[in-house]
C-alpha cells in the first residue's frame, strides 16, 4: 500500500512488534523509522513524554499547542494511562511498556508501537501501527499517518539529539 513504509529497512517490516500480539490479522500495518544519534537511555525520556503530546505538528493535532521542548519530571508510563493529549485532553490508551525499549498505546483504533533498537552508538526509533479493520480509506489513512508520523519522529529525534530547545 502507498505510505506504509518511511524510513525503514525490510528487515525491520519483518520484525515482530508489541502491537503485533494485539492485532494479529490487522487490515492495515505501517513502518515508520529514524536514525537517532544518541543512546536509547537518551531517546526513551522522549517516547515516554509522548503522554504529554503528540509532538507532531501541533498547529493540527494539538489545537495550536506547542509540545513540550524540555523533558519533564514524569514517572515511568504504565499500561492504562492515556496514551497522548491534544489540546490538553487526554486520548488513548497504553496498552504495553517495557521502559527503554518499547511503549505501545491505542489511539482511534489504531495500535502504535514505538520500539528503541541500539544501533552503534545511536538509536534506531521504530513506529509500528497496525489498524484492525480493513476499509476504503486505509490508503488515506495511512498517507495521512505517513505524514503525521514522520513529523513526531524527525521532532523526537531532535530533541533526542539537542536535549530539547
Known sequence: M???RWGVTD????????CDEIVPTPGLEAWRGVTVQAPPAAVWPWVAQIRLAPYSYD???NLGRRSPRRLRDLPEPVPGEHFTRSGGRPLGR???VDPGRQLTGTILGAVMSYVLVPNGHGTRLLLKIVVARRSRLMPLLSMGDLV???RQLINLKRLAE???A
Open 2 to 4: 502507498i505510505g506504509d
Open 11 to 18: 528487515a525491520e517490516t519483518e520484525l515482530r512488534y508489541p
Open 59 to 61: 498547529w493540527l493535532d
Open 94 to 96: 497504553l496498552l504495553t
Open 148 to 150: 503525521m508520523a514522520r
Open 162 to 164: 539537542t536535549g530539547g
